[in-house]
């Protein structure tokens, strides 16, 4: 008899989305498989070995709050720390780190061997097994059959995988992988839909070829930021600069005069790349007037010679990927350790989903990661955290959840994602959020361990961290709203003495925090005021609380207003042609889309407020 084992939840793919599925769903008590081609590859960095970033910060630390891995990983990887935004707001801020690609798969690793419930197998998995039209589990390779009733699909850049390099081209997964064709194949005779995208990555560069004396320098910063909210920046390993070089006109005229052998550009590869990390062949003919484009020169590790040249990926010919590379500054003698390329690979509109990523078209099948349509690691494993859970929560017969728009970065891709889909490869930024100042990264444990807790992905030792720091949080807050200076009292004149600042009338200390030049370290410098708290986490929560309480409290009450409409619902077969004074556009995108409430209709893209009025106007009318 062949081989046949039954589990609660079967992951796919053990990347940046499976990873976190797999090991979400064993945090909530499923007994999970972690079935991937290659043990050896597991949280493998395809590209940049790098974390976090604007609006993929955000993500990471909103990960870690839901019990993840990807942010004590980053701890223990990161090479190179940064907050970017560092002068600007709160809601804008991000952390950012360098990492080595070695130690970071090795953290990931560590986590998934050690994690209860979770089991691991090295297979490619080619179909699926379906009963009754829901998934009943996997069938590898080998021929080997898996059974669970929750299936978590992770399968990133690998459906169907093509990877180009110049005219060449070949099937892969990534450079030095399989694709997942069979599977691929099968996938596309399911009732969901899919296309092509595509992604490139530079070539690589030995560093002792490089000439550093004539790049810039960047160090990281001091003090160190760190990901994980039960971590610190002691968990960070040796740390090293990064460098800064830029292409020449040289270069350009180059990448200009080898068009004709680009397959992007002779039409050789069907999927749309990623807007926001083009080739630099793409930038070149889309930015034709700018005569130099920077390259940040990262290193992949610390026992590693070869380093990142982050800025040319580029899928030309290797011919001209070695000339263009030498017309860069200091990198005139470099040898290249692996060339760049571009691979396209399937990937499935996630209109397909439902809000907790299982598929409409089959109960039980869940898609997190790239082969939604988005790009990047913080993307991927933000999705598969929130499918796993969800995998796991089916199981115990436990309604499913996803954070809001208002409640997480992570509600944001979800909704974006499942709400209007994508035509382009998807990551996240700030601007993509309405309730930034919300959605910060120092509050993502307040925002979210508490619902991660109550769906068992995040433990009680974290959870109750969390509440120690909103308890200090709020007694050190109520203590400086209980100090009150004045004009002529002790504390008044203390503080004028100390802070250099008049105290024109009567004020509480908490107050003095809302001034832009002050700052909770500057408040502590008053002896009158007591010793105030140490923890930087806590007495970040005090500061940014006082200092934006005004607008956060027009963000609540703004929130609440779209809460409100949020749930009112849209009747199924309502007659759109019958809403008077709707534009044909928008018309046309309802009419596509049939979202089931107001909150979704308003996600679309190009239904403006104004649509959405006339919508609840009509709503209203024809319920009276
Ligand atoms: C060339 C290249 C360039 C990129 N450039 C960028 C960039 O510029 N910016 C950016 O943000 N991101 C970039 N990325 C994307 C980034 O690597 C992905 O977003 C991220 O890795 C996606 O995570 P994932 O978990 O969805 O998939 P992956 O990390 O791709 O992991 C998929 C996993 O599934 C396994 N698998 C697949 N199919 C099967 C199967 N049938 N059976 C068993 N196991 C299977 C694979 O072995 C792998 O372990 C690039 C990726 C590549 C390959």
Same mark, same amino acid.
């Given at each position: 008899? *062949?081989h ?5 939840v ?7 989305a ?6 979400? !769903? ?5 007994r ?11 949280? +493998?960095?395809s590209?940049n ?5 604007i ?7 909103e ?10 990983a ?16 709160p809601?804008?801020?991000?952390t950012r780190c360098?990492?080595?690609?070695t ?16 089991v691991l ?13 829901r998934?009943?589990?996997v069938?590898?390779?080998?021929g080997?059959? &898996? ?8 399968? @990133? ?5 093509k ?12 450079? @030095? ?6 599977l ?6 399911l ?5 092509? *995208? ?11 070829s ?7 320098e960047?160090?990281?910063?001091d ?5 994980? &909210?039960?971590g610190s ?16 006109e040289?270069?350009h005229?180059l990448?200009?005069g080898?068009?004709?052998?680009s397959?992007?550009?002779? @039409?050789?590869i ?16 889309r930015f ?5 484009h920077?390259?940040?020169?990262e ?21 001209v +990927?070695y ?32 809000p ?14 790239q082969?939604?349509?988005t790009t ?11 499918a ?22 992570i509600?944001?891709l ?11 490869p ?27 807790h ?7 030792a974290? &959870?109750?961290?969390l ?10 807050? !109520?203590? *400086? ?9 002790a ?19 908490l107050?003095?925090?809302r ?16 010793p ?46 019958r ?5 044909a ?8 889309s ?5 909150? +979704? ?24």
């Amino acid at each position: 008899m *062949l081989h046949s084992e039954t589990f609660d939840v079967i992951v796919v793919g053990g990347g940046h989305a499976g990873t976190e599925a797999a090991l979400a !769903a064993s945090r909530a008590g499923a007994r999970t498989l972690l079935l991937s081609h290659n043990i050896e590859t597991i949280g +493998q960095m395809s590209c940049n070995p790098a974390i976090g970033g604007i609006g993929k910060g955000h993500l990471v630390k909103e990960i870690d709050a839901l019990g993840g891995a990807m942010g004590i990983a980053a701890d223990r990887a990161g090479i190179q720390w940064r907050t970017l935004n560092a002068s600007k707001g709160p809601a804008v801020r991000a952390t950012r780190c360098q990492a080595d690609r070695t130690l970071y798969k090795a953290a990931i690793r560590a986590m998934v061997e050690t994690q209860p419930n979770l089991v691991l197998f090295q297979q490619a998995v080619d179909d699926l097994i379906l009963v009754g039209g829901r998934v009943a589990g996997v069938r590898t390779q080998m021929g080997l059959d &898996f059974h669970a009733a929750s299936v978590v699909l992770t399968a @990133g850049t690998f459906l169907a995988g093509k990877i180009h390099i110049g005219q060449a081209q070949y099937a892969g997964g990534r450079a @030095g992988d399989p694709p997942a064709s069979a599977l691929a194949a099968k996938l596309r005779e399911l009732p969901v839909a899919a296309d092509r *995208l595509k992604t490139g990555t530079p070539p690589r560069i030995d560093s002792r070829s490089i000439d550093f004396s004539v790049l810039d320098e960047q160090p990281g910063d001091d003090p160190m930021p760190h990901f994980s &909210f039960l971590g610190s920046a002691a968990d960070h390993p040796r740390q090293v600069s990064c460098w800064i070089t830029h292409t020449t006109e040289a270069t350009h005229d180059l990448i200009r005069g080898s068009l004709d052998r680009s397959p992007l550009y002779s @039409g050789q590869i069907e999927g749309v790349g990623p807007r926001y990390c083009p080739s630099i062949e793409d930038k070149v003919v889309r930015f034709a007037d700018k005569t130099s484009h920077q390259i940040f020169v990262e290193p992949e590790g610390l026992d590693t010679f070869e380093i990142y040249p982050n800025g040319i990926s580029t899928s030309l010919p290797f011919d001209v +990927q070695y000339a263009l590379v030498r017309s860069i500054p200091g990198f005139e003698r470099a040898h290249i350790t692996r060339p760049g390329y571009a691979i396209e690979y399937d990937y499935f509109d996630p209109r397909g989903l439902h809000p907790w990523l299982e598929t409409k078209g089959i109960p039980g099948l869940y898609f997190a990661g790239q082969i939604n349509g988005t790009t990047g690691y913080e993307e991927a494993g933000a999705q598969g955290l929130i499918a796993g859970m969800n995998a796991a929560l089916a199981i115990r017969g436990e309604a499913p959840w996803c954070p809001r728009r208002d409640e997480a970065y992570i509600g944001v891709l979800i909704d974006d994602l499942t709400t209007n889909g994508t035509i382009e490869p998807y990551r996240m930024f700030t601007s993509r959020a309405e309730y930034r100042l919300h959605l910060r990264e120092d509050n993502a444990d307040l925002r979210l361990t508490p619902q991660g807790h109550a769906r068992g992905v995040v433990s009680d030792a974290r &959870f109750q961290r969390l509440e120690a720091k909103r308890e200090a949080t709020e007694r050190e807050t !109520a203590r *400086l709203r209980g100090l009150w200076a004045a004009p002529g009292n002790a504390l008044g004149a203390a503080i004028e003495h100390a802070l250099g600042i008049a105290v024109s009338r009567e004020t509480h200390a908490l107050d003095l925090l809302r001034r832009p030049e002050m700052d909770y370290a500057k408040l502590r410098t008053v002896a009158e005021l007591g010793p105030g708290v140490d923890d930087a986490e806590v007495a970040t929560q005090v500061e940014v609380q006082a200092k934006y309480s005004g607008y956060l409290e027009r963000q609540r009450e703004e929130i609440e207003r779209q809460r409100r409409h949020e749930t009112t619902a849209i009747p199924d077969g309502f007659d759109y042609d019958r809403v008077r004074g709707l534009s044909a556009e928008v018309l046309l995108k309802l009419k596509r889309s049939l979202p089931a409430t107001i909150g +979704q209709a308003a996600r679309i893209s190009g239904v403006t407020p104004a649509a959405i009025s006339l919508l609840l106007v009509h709503l209203k009318r024809r319920a009276a």
